[in-house]
Nanobody, 122 residues
Framework: QVQLVESGGGLVQAGGSLRLSCAAS????????VGWFRQAPGKERDFVAA????????YYADSVKGRFTISRDNAKNTVYLQMNSLKPEDTAVYYC???????????????WGQGTQVTVSS
């Protein structure tokens, strides 16, 4: 079993940056792919980015490609989401989750964190 805790959210102006962290407990974390998803009020929880267990392959939603970077440090049991050039439409609760592979489908992920709020002001 894996427990996930997101942190690093906050309020930032458009064009600014934030780095989210997803800290995991559980000795098998390094064997899981990890994905980041986000959910704005009244909307579906959408895929943002995912990374393989080794960190060697990453995937991004078109809406964040070139602005966001996902990475991981298995020695620290942590996955990061560096978010640059933030836009008001990036405002959402951001969640990390684990899966066997770096899927873009939310339903393929099993363990989820509680989320961290990101608000981008214009």
């Amino acid at each position: 079993q894996v427990q996930l805790v997101e942190s690093g959210g906050g309020l930032v102006q458009a064009g600014g940056s934030l780095r989210l962290s997803c800290a995991a407990s559980g000795r098998t974390f390094s064997s899981y792919a990890v994905g980041w998803f986000r959910q704005a009020p009244g909307k579906e929880r959408d895929f943002v980015a995912a990374i393989t267990w080794s960190g060697g392959i990453t995937y991004y939603a078109d809406s964040v490609k070139g602005r966001f970077t996902i990475s991981r440090d298995n020695a620290k049991n942590t996955v990061y989401l560096q978010m640059n050039s933030l836009k008001p439409e990036d405002t959402a609760v951001y969640y990390c989750a684990t899966a066997q592979m770096p899927y873009s489908k939310r339903t393929m992920y099993d363990y989820w964190g509680q989320g961290t709020q990101v608000t981008v002001s214009s």
